[in-house]
């Protein structure tokens, strides 16, 4: 950005009263008007590299310590508050810039934070790239500019967010072909940043073993050959070595899926917490947690939250909020009514809990929770009275699918739209079913397994919202009921239940693109009464994954 000269020349009266403003403004000012170098008769100082209207909107700040900062203007108002050391306006612009802050410019925005030290931005923004690598290294500009130091710095952590490693090394052919003539040569050093023992075997010997840059690359072939070895050799690691060797390490996972409560002959406090990456469980309970069954849970704003459920002697109204930053817990305001085996949602920044039962009968209330104002309200009841039924939020809207009534289990379905505060009914499922799991995935609703009364099923179907109809998709491996469901990695996940002889700990997932189910790591124990919910982006991820 070019600047001119500034000459700054006004009234000895004007200059002493912005000395008197300067000890608050600029230690940069005092030493110019206040100090024993100063000279009293002087009334014109230079700026060099200073704009006119950049310096009298520094002058107007120190007068009024207010500025008007704009994206035209933060760059050289940052650059002269620098120079002058004028931190509020450093400060503020560093807020400015953090506000501005996304997947196109995260990337330039660290680098002004490495230029001015500003600790927050540059936090934010290096989060920002980790966070979101795979659209950043894809879609920026920016990203083609990074230098050799700072590219490493990027794909080597453990926190960057990427489910396949192919699209590191992907990013890494993007950035060298920007300008390969220079950047070829840097492949050796890039492509051990690589988990590349991590990857699909054949997409490793065909895209990077055979790969025209690593193959003209000397210096590249004992990598390639540690990979091998470490790929033909995975049989024969153990759990620690996966974790020390930097080429099979799994990257920290970017949401966590929490696992609360059990029962065994009472309520427990357990709480689990998976690590997609790692494909490991980790049992992260504390000891002051209170214990928890056929309860729901769910993520917001920052907070878990334990709806009802079964206290061992009661089912009970009580809502508690779990903070996974501090790992501690408070209660808030109960709901109007017990609640157990209910259906729970979240939207537009409210809770919903529908249905379950009381002990007495079963339900078709509904409530909300406001958690500014920290109070349930009812809303408008269900059509039908639904126990151990299973709900989601798509597109702006609550579908709860199936239950039981108490007489007979449910293959209808009701939607609620939070605008009209009306439930209404779609097409039902094909199969009737409670005990089952419901989520949005991929912008259908999947209601899986559960029980029909008369048998426990595998069987899972899907809603499509844009023809209002189900079709049956590939069943899972396992039958059960009572189950956790949830959608980790970009992948739906189910995890323990109860399939008719006894409680299970199995868990599998299944992926959209394959239209396939997959085994994943069993839970720590059996579980048929548990609630669970995937907590996004968490600060302190290292706390609930498997130590790397």
Not at 39 to 48: L, R, S, V
Not at 311 to 337: K, Y
Not at 483 to 508: C, M, P, S, T
Request: aromatic share 10%.
């Amino acid at each position: 950005m070019e600047r001119e000269m500034m000459s700054l020349a006004f009234p000895v009266f004007n200059k002493l009263r912005l000395a008197g403003h300067r000890r608050r403004c600029s230690s940069y000012f005092q030493a110019l008007f206040a100090s024993e170098w100063n000279d009293p008769g002087k009334c014109e100082y230079q700026f060099p590299g200073i704009s006119p209207d950049t310096l009298r909107q520094i002058i107007e700040y120190a007068y009024t310590y207010s500025v008007h900062i704009t994206v035209d203007n933060v760059e050289s108002l940052l650059a002269a508050a620098d120079q002058l050391n004028i931190l509020g306006i450093v400060q503020r612009c560093s807020g400015f810039l953090h506000d501005q802050l996304c997947t196109e410019n995260c990337i330039g925005l660290l680098k002004i934070a490495d230029v001015y030290s500003l600790s927050e931005l540059h936090k934010s923004a290096f989060d920002m790239i980790l966070r979101n690598f795979k659209e950043v290294a894809i879609t920026s500009e920016e990203f083609l500019d990074l230098t050799l130091h700072e590219l490493p710095d990027i794909i080597e952590k453990d926190e960057l967010n990427v489910r396949e490693e192919d699209v590191v090394f992907e990013a890494i052919l993007r950035w060298i072909m920007h300008e390969p003539a220079n950047r070829k040569a840097h492949i050796s050093v890039l492509l051990p940043k690589v988990r590349m023992a991590r990857m699909d075997v054949e997409y490793f010997m065909k895209t990077i073993k055979d790969n025209d840059i690593v193959k003209a690359d000397v210096a590249c072939r004992p990598i390639i050959k540690e990979v091998l070895k470490a790929i033909y050799e995975l049989d024969d690691r153990s759990v620690c070595s996966d974790f020390e060797n930097p080429m099979i390490r799994p990257r920290l996972p970017s949401d966590v899926l929490l696992v609360i409560g059990d029962w065994d002959i009472l309520p427990t406090s357990c709480i689990d917490a998976y690590d997609s990456r790692a494909d490991r469980w980790v049992d992260v309970t504390e000891k002051e947690e209170n214990p928890s069954s056929f309860h729901g849970t769910v993520y917001l704003n920052g907070y878990v939250y334990c709806i009802g459920g079964f206290d061992g002697l009661n089912c009970v109204n009580t809502v508690r909020r779990f903070d996974p930053i501090s790992r501690t817990w408070q209660e808030v305001a109960p709901m109007h009514s017990c609640h157990c085996n209910a259906s729970v949602a979240v939207l537009d920044g409210y809770i919903y809990i529908m249905g379950g039962h009381d002990e007495v009968m079963r339900l078709n209330t509904a409530e909300r929770y406001d958690p500014a104002a920290n109070e349930w309200t009812l809303i408008q009841p269900m059509q039908e009275r639904r126990n151990t039924a299973s709900a989601t939020t798509l597109n702006g809207k609550i579908y709860v699918c199936g239950g039981f009534t108490g007489a007979e289990p449910l293959s209808t379905v009701e939607c609620y739209d939070p605008h009209t505060g009306e439930w209404t009914t779609i097409t039902p499922m094909s199969s009737p079913r409670y005990g089952h799991g419901v989520a949005a995935y991929k912008g259908r609703i999947y209601a899986v397994g559960g029980t029909d009364r008369s048998q426990y099923l595998r069987s899972v179907e899907a809603y499509e919202p844009t023809t209002n109809s189900w079709h049956t998709v590939a069943p899972m491996s396992t039958i059960r009921s009572y189950f956790g469901i949830a959608v980790v990695d970009d992948q739906l996940f189910v995890l323990g239940g109860y399939d008719g002889l006894g409680v299970n700990k199995r868990v599998e997932c299944y992926d959209a693109e394959t239209g396939s189910w997959y085994r994943a790591q069993d839970m720590i124990a059996a579980n048929d009464t548990f609630s669970c919910c995937v907590v996004p982006a968490l600060p302190r991820i290292v706390q609930y994954a498997s130590p790397r």
